[in-house]
């Protein structure tokens, strides 16, 4: 790269092969939430944090937090980082990325005795990724007040997770009071797990808004015959139905996706029954991923889903349940003014850019409910990630730690304008 960048790109490199090297034998890349792979990766994170001069605690919520101390106190917090916990097989730089892009941003402004008013912190969030207890993003909700108490005694393992929680550090007794008030700002460097950027040869996703996610189980119901005698005009097959809706599912979400604003849906869950080779399938339930950048096109998509079973039982013969939402998460936008921030850091560093949604789910969502956050995606190959084959250059993760610390500067100056 020849761009002359404020952050060094070995160190990057040296702390994402680092906790690379940190995975279970014959699994790159698995260091899950909970285990004790991860715990070793959090005490190398933990060991660069405090060289790099920062105060190091762990929160009620399990977070690792690596403090810089602004030179105003109470004046805020500004907020950096993401997560480095992993999927199963996959997970190089999804999360790992954001936090070392986060702690080398502290450590370029304390090389070059750039004092902040604000206090800078950086964040390794607790399992972002679903976690063995079945659920995500732990840390960001605990942190901010969000994570349902009901979670708490979700079990596995022989452990709940408040159990879990208190062996990473954290303090369950009071999560459910956990509050940060202080938190004046807060940015996500991330890869970007699609095709976008690379496609675009683009350097930077300026994100626009975390996409909302609404899970819809839907039960098709025919009749069990005998496959070989029964004819084929006399049968309600399930299965036929069932994977023409799968079909139209996926031919009203490419429509949809030809709008303005990013919309996905996928069935990704299919169970039949009886499943058996010799006997007509009875019933299908299948479970649809729907994700959606404007809520007005979620919405919209499941009034099409509920009109269109109705149509496709009576040509298929068969029962369609009415569709029912399982989950149904609004989309979070991202705040105006940081997204403004983050261009004029790229502008600052020379890097391209463009404006895009995340399809996928971060950190990031949770804690802009309470305070102003933004994202950033760098490009990934081919788009992959949570496999093996997920890969980011090293090059692109320096280029977007470059603009954070541009942008952590403007965001330091900028709060205090606005306090003036």
Known sequence: MSRNLPVNADRIAEDIEALADITEPGHPWTRRAFSPLFLRG??????????????????????????????????GTIMLGSHSDTVPDGGRFDGIAGVVAALEVARALSERNIALDHD?????????????????????RG??????????????????????????????????????????????????????????????GVVTAIAGITRIEITVEGRADHAGTTPMDSRADALVAAAQLVVDIRDAAVERARRPGHFAATVGEFRIEPNAANVVPSKVVLLIDARAEIRNDMDAFCEWLDAHVIKLAISQGVSIRSPARVSDNFPTPCDPGLLKTLERACDSVGATHRRMASGAGHDTAWIAKVAPAAMIFVPCKEGRSHSADEWAENDDIALGAAVLFEAVREMDRNLNEEKA
């Open 120 to 140: 800078l912190e950086i964040i390794d969030f607790l399992a972002e990724e679903v976690s063995i207890f079945g659920v995500s993003c732990i840390g960001s």
């Open 42 to 75: 959090r005490d190398y994170i933990e060991a660069r944090m405090k060289a790099a001069g920062l105060q190091t605690r762990i929160d009620a919520a399990g977070n690792l937090i690596g403090r810089r101390p602004g030179t105003k106190p109470g004046s």
């Open 143 to 204: 942190m901010t007040g969000q994570l349902p108490e009901a979670w708490l005694s979700r079990s596995s393992d022989g452990r709940d997770l408040a159990e879990a929680i208190a062996e990473v550090g954290g303090r369950p007794g009071v999560l459910l009071q956990e509050n940060r008030p202080d938190i004046a700002g807060f940015l996500e460097l991330h890869i970007e797990q699609g095709p976008v950027l690379e496609n675009g040869k683009t350097d930077i």
